[in-house]
């Protein structure tokens, strides 16, 4: 779950990170209300997950109320890359000195925690990565040693902070490790970290995701979960109690089981094509849910081809093909269907599919899973 930089900067206090007062506003009198508690100057920035606010024109320095009212009123309702600005975040504005850069994120591969930290902040970290490698040290870290003041500070030294701001940038990162780690996140990440004239080190943004699995352990999250934006597909599928989640390619993925629905992926994937979505429809096929499925991928502009990729187990081969039937009786979809039907029952499936008098035009049957994909791919081309 991706947090908001206001809600990012709340769980960061929690953390004694030194983040700057503000306030959050919906409205422009909101906004106003928030500047006069926080003091001018203040800085108005747009609340949307996306990265590149300030170029965007989401992030104005005010000076007084009348300032607050121009900029709020400009970035309320304001798109930025897809976003729609629904509220600011408005804080009492810094003087900056130097930015820099920090974050935690889990190293999968090394099953290491993986900190990295720059003193070339301020810009999309991928730009300093592409143009200046070197200027980012990357540490791995051992969850079960952790991170204590004296390696923050050699980590300091070591990515070249500059001397008076390296005390400063250590005790920020053992705090903000503390944050990634006791407070679960797949993501901790300050950019910019700010030195102030006056030598103290502050965070200026936050990026916080936090690590779904762990949502037993913190009640706290529900009002975070509150204000998550689903985009469109997503929020049918989720009323239709779809495991799905959105993605960017062509060919809509069907498939009972996650595992099965990952290798799905990889597979249309390594074919050369793009998967439009995961979607696991789980143990049962019966045509609600198989409906349902084809609606929520058929609600996707981008989807040019539909796999369908069933192995039966307890699922039926014969009742997967009737629910596909049915479903497709209901659904007028815009792409065709390419079907891989295995295990339990599949003869008896495939039979009924064949003699359903569905045109070869919108749905088609692959005994494998390979020869499925390249037949899916090959209709999004
Ligand atoms: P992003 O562009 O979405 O990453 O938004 P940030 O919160 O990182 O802000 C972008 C830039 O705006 C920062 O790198 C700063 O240069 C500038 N900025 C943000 N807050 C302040 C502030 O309080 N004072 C000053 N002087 N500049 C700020
Ligand atoms: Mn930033």
Known sequence: MDLFEYQGKQYFARFDIPVSAGGIAHTVDEAVAVAEKAGYPVVVKAQVQVGGRGKAGGIKLANNADEVRTHAGNIIGMDIKGHLVKRVWVEHASDIAEEYYASFTLDRAAKKHLLMLSAEGG???????????????????????????????????????????????????????????????????????????????????????????????????????????????????????????????????????????????????QVGGTAANFLDIGGGANADLMAGALEVINSDQKVKSIFINIFGGITRGEEVANGIVEAMKRVELRAPIVIRLDGTNAEQGREILANAGIPESKLTSKPTMLEAAQAAVALAK
């Open 123 to 269: 810009v999309e970290i991928e730009e300093v990565a592409a143009k200046n490698p070197a200027a980012i040290l990357l540490q791995h870290i051992d969850p079960t040693v952790g991170l204590d003041a004296a390696a923050a500070k050699a980590a300091a030294v070591k990515a070249r902070i500059p001397e008076k701001a390296q005390q400063g940038v250590a005790d920020i990162l053992v705090k903000l490790y503390r944050c990634f780690t006791e407070g679960d996140c797949d993501l901790a990440e300050i950019n910019p970290l700010i030195l102030k004239p006056t030598g103290e080190v502050h965070a200026l943004d936050a990026k916080v995701s936090l690590d779904g699995n762990a949502d037993y352990r913190h009640p706290e999250w529900a009002e975070y979960a509150a204000t998550v934006e689903l985009d469109a597909r997503e929020q049918l599928a989720r009323e239709k109690g779809l495991q799905y989640i959105g993605l960017d390619g062509t060919v809509g993925i069907i498939a009972n089981g996650a595992g099965l629905a990952m290798s799905t992926l990889d597979v249309v994937n």
